[in-house]
């Protein structure tokens, strides 16, 4: 048997009224109530009205409660990322406002409402608002209504499963994104116009290929194993082999024009030497450690008689120009980079490069009582502590010293302390303040994973905390990625599908973001039983006055 959804929502509205005017025989607080189910089942019946279809007579009626007091519904209908029509209706009752936003819309559609497959295709984003009550939105997804929050659709339950498929799609945006002809990486994709830009970034495609590698020995596919040496051999041809600043890497080339940018940075060079090292553990050719040893080498280089470094050089108006503001991040990649160089090579000289930069760390922590700033970044901004983490971290895996250990989980608790951790407050529930970028929460996710795995294996008693806080931002993280469910307005949302949305000011993916979310969630996916790791309930019930 079907009922029509006009009908659920009438009778529903009479039952609401008697219980208003005659006394409910029983009114259950608001703690013991669990609104998710009538909630949805409110949203799916909302999109059951605008596209006039029967409503299930098995769907509890008490969960699709239809309420009078002044409604203002207004509707858009999307078809491939574009605005196809919208309409709005205001009545005293949410089912005749709901007919009147739809017949509005029906009298403005921009496309032919007789186009079977248009029709089909198009998604109804839906924002209802009773008066004296906050609005809320719907939007349409395969013949359900999902809940809206800003243009995101909220994520309430995270599994294994869900991880599982986040990382696949991090992994295909990235081939998908990859430039064919020099297999490179650019540094930014624009979801708005489709636009990658012209000019390839060496520090975004050693990222990239970092987390290809990693994902590769996970769950081979023949495909990616065709494409590594090929970006592998990008990186070599963007390696200085000139006189001056010999291993460096070049910071970019324009695809257009062949122009490698005359600038060379430790961080391209840092993070292109942890992405040579995988090269060479996974193949053990000797090209990939060479090229990692000379960048090393042009590394002690640049490093400065207080233990602190210069940032890069760039080349303008024929003389190498210094950057050498501190910068916590770039002296937190060298060292690093160094102390991963002296695990694989035992070459002394790079165990006494990391020391110098690491004590540097280790005494602006005690200065800032352990969150540390620079004059890079605001003085909120968690990255550089985030960064001294992963730094110290590595450079105990050398050294194996008791107050590096000490100073570097006090710097994970002063991350810690800043995670967002309301779950009423959906939006923000897990990611960390000063921070509202997915790179930045993507990085403190794949630290935290790093040092919880670290600390698993080395027996330290510190380490649940850490583990559990990576389970809140991957939350965040995977409603913050664009997903089939969440790109119906963006007409290239479709190749933006497996990105984390660069913040809710930019529709764009930062490459490096996703390089940071999808090796946070391989090493979490890693570190979990398979199953149900966090549900978070809707704490505001939508069908009751």
Same mark, same amino acid.
């Given at each position: 048997?079907?009922?029509?959804?006009?009908?659920?929502?009438?009778?529903?509205? !009479? #039952?609401?009224?008697?219980?208003?005017?005659?006394?409910?025989?029983?009114?259950? +607080?608001?703690?013991?109530?669990?609104?998710?189910?009538?909630?949805?089942?409110?949203?799916?019946?909302?999109?059951?009205?605008?596209?006039?279809?029967?409503?299930?007579?098995?769907?509890?009626?008490? $969960?699709?409660?239809?309420?009078?007091?002044?409604?203002?519904? *207004?509707? =858009?209908?999307?078809?491939?990322?574009?605005?196809?029509?919208?309409?709005?209706?205001?009545?005293?009752?949410?089912?005749?406002?709901?007919?009147?936003?739809?017949?509005?819309?029906?009298?403005?559609?921009?496309?032919?409402? $007789?186009?079977?497959?248009?029709?089909?295709?198009?998604?109804?984003?839906?924002? #209802?608002?009773?008066?004296?009550?906050?609005?809320?939105?719907?939007?349409?997804?395969?013949? =359900?209504?999902?809940?809206?929050?800003?243009?995101?659709?909220?994520?309430?339950?995270?599994?294994?499963?869900?991880?599982?498929?986040?990382? %696949?799609?991090?992994?295909?945006?990235?081939?998908?994104? !990859?430039?064919?002809?020099?297999?490179?990486?650019?540094?930014?994709?624009?979801? *708005?116009?489709?636009?990658?830009?012209?000019?390839?970034?060496?520090?975004?495609?050693?990222?990239?290929?970092?987390?290809?590698?990693?994902?590769?020995?996970? =769950?081979?596919?023949?495909?990616?194993?065709?494409?590594?040496?090929?970006?592998?051999?990008?990186?070599?041809?963007?390696? +200085?082999?000139?006189?001056?600043?010999?291993?460096?890497?070049?910071?970019?080339?324009?695809?257009? *024009?062949?122009?490698?940018?005359?600038?060379?940075?430790?961080?391209?060079?840092? =993070?292109?030497?942890?992405? !040579?090292?995988?090269?060479?553990?996974?193949?053990?050719?000797?090209?990939?450690?060479?090229?990692?040893?000379?960048?090393?080498?042009?590394?002690?280089?640049?490093?400065?008689?207080?233990?602190?470094?210069?940032?890069?050089?760039?080349?303008?108006?024929?003389?190498?120009?210094?950057?050498?503001?501190?910068?916590? !991040?770039?002296?937190?990649?060298?060292?690093?980079?160094? +102390?991963?160089?002296?695990?694989?090579?035992?070459?002394?000289?790079?165990?006494?490069?990391?020391?110098?930069?690491?004590?540097?760390?280790?005494?602006?922590?005690?200065?800032?009582?352990?969150? #540390?700033?620079?004059?890079?970044?605001?003085?909120?901004?968690?990255?550089?502590?985030?960064?001294?983490?992963?730094?110290?971290?590595?450079?105990?895996?050398?050294?194996?010293?008791?107050?590096?250990?000490?100073?570097?989980?006090?710097?994970?608790?002063?991350?810690?302390?800043?995670?967002?951790?309301?779950?009423?407050?959906?939006?923000?529930?897990?990611?960390?303040?000063?921070?509202?970028?997915?790179?930045?929460?993507?990085?403190? #996710? %794949?630290?935290?994973?790093?040092?919880?795995?670290?600390?698993?294996?080395?027996?330290?008693?510190?380490?649940?905390?850490?583990?559990?806080?990576?389970?809140?931002?991957?939350?965040?993280?995977?409603?913050?990625?664009?997903?089939?469910?969440?790109?119906?307005?963006?007409?290239?949302?479709?190749?933006?599908?497996?990105?984390?949305?660069?913040?809710?000011?930019?529709?764009?993916?930062?490459?490096?973001?996703?390089?940071?979310?999808?090796?946070?969630?391989?090493?979490?996916?890693?570190?979990?039983?398979?199953?149900?790791?966090?549900?978070?309930?809707?704490?505001?019930?939508?069908?009751?006055?």
């Amino acid at each position: 048997m079907k009922i029509h959804p006009c009908e659920v929502l009438q009778s529903l509205c !009479l #039952l609401w009224v008697g219980c208003f005017l005659g006394g409910c025989a029983r009114s259950p +607080s608001v703690s013991s109530v669990d609104p998710t189910g009538s909630n949805q089942a409110l949203r799916d019946v909302v999109i059951s009205q605008l596209r006039d279809r029967p409503v299930p007579a098995e769907m509890p009626a008490s $969960s699709t409660l239809a309420r009078s007091g002044g409604w203002r519904v *207004t509707v =858009k209908f999307y078809v491939n990322g574009q605005l196809q029509g919208e309409g709005e209706g205001s009545q005293p009752v949410l089912v005749e406002a709901l007919d009147d936003a739809r017949k509005t819309w029906e009298a403005n559609a921009h496309i032919d409402r $007789s186009d079977a497959q248009a029709m089909r295709q198009g998604r109804f984003y839906v924002t #209802l608002q009773r008066e004296g009550a906050s609005a809320f939105s719907v939007v349409e997804f395969q013949g =359900k209504g999902l809940e809206v929050v800003g243009d995101l659709v909220a994520v309430r339950k995270l599994d294994t499963d869900r991880l599982d498929r986040q990382v %696949e799609a991090g992994r295909d945006y990235l081939l998908r994104i !990859l430039d064919k002809d020099k297999y490179a990486f650019f540094k930014r994709f624009d979801a *708005t116009t489709g636009a990658g830009g012209a000019r390839l970034r060496t520090i975004y495609t050693a990222s990239s290929l970092y987390t290809l590698l990693k994902r590769n020995r996970q =769950k081979k596919n023949p495909e990616l194993e065709e494409l590594l040496p090929r970006i592998a051999g990008f990186l070599l041809s963007m390696q +200085s082999q000139g006189p001056e600043h010999r291993g460096a890497f070049y910071y970019s080339l324009n695809k257009d *024009t062949g122009e490698k940018e005359p600038s060379f940075v430790v961080g391209t060079a840092s =993070k292109t030497i942890f992405t !040579l090292l995988e090269l060479y553990r996974d193949t053990k050719n000797a090209e990939y450690l060479a090229s990692a040893k000379e960048a090393g080498d042009w590394l002690l280089s640049m490093r400065k008689p207080d233990g602190t470094i210069v940032n890069s050089v760039r080349l303008t108006d024929g003389r190498w120009v210094k950057n050498e503001k501190f910068s916590t !991040l770039y002296l937190g990649q060298v060292v690093s980079a160094l +102390s991963r160089l002296y695990g694989v090579t035992k070459d002394r000289r790079y165990l006494q490069g990391a020391e110098a930069g690491a004590t540097v760390l280790l005494r602006r922590a005690e200065k800032m009582n352990d969150f #540390l700033r620079d004059d890079f970044r605001a003085p909120a901004d968690p990255i550089p502590t985030t960064w001294a983490v992963q730094s110290l971290l590595d450079f105990h895996k050398i050294t194996n010293r008791p107050d590096v250990r000490d100073v570097c989980l006090r710097c994970a608790r002063a991350v810690l302390a800043r995670q967002h951790t309301d779950p009423s407050n959906i939006a923000d529930f897990g990611r960390f303040e000063g921070t509202h970028a997915t790179s930045g929460n993507g990085w403190i #996710l %794949e630290v935290f994973m790093e040092l919880y795995r670290h600390a698993a294996d080395a027996g330290w008693p510190e380490r649940e905390p850490f583990r559990a806080a990576a389970i809140r931002v991957a939350r965040w993280l995977v409603q913050n990625a664009y997903s089939p469910e969440n790109t119906y307005f963006l007409p290239h949302g479709t190749k933006a599908v497996g990105g984390f949305i660069r913040s809710y000011r930019e529709e764009s993916v930062r490459t490096d973001a996703v390089c940071h979310g999808i090796n946070g969630l391989m090493l979490l996916r890693q570190s979990v039983s398979p199953g149900v790791l966090l549900t978070v309930p809707e704490t505001v019930s939508l069908t009751r006055p």
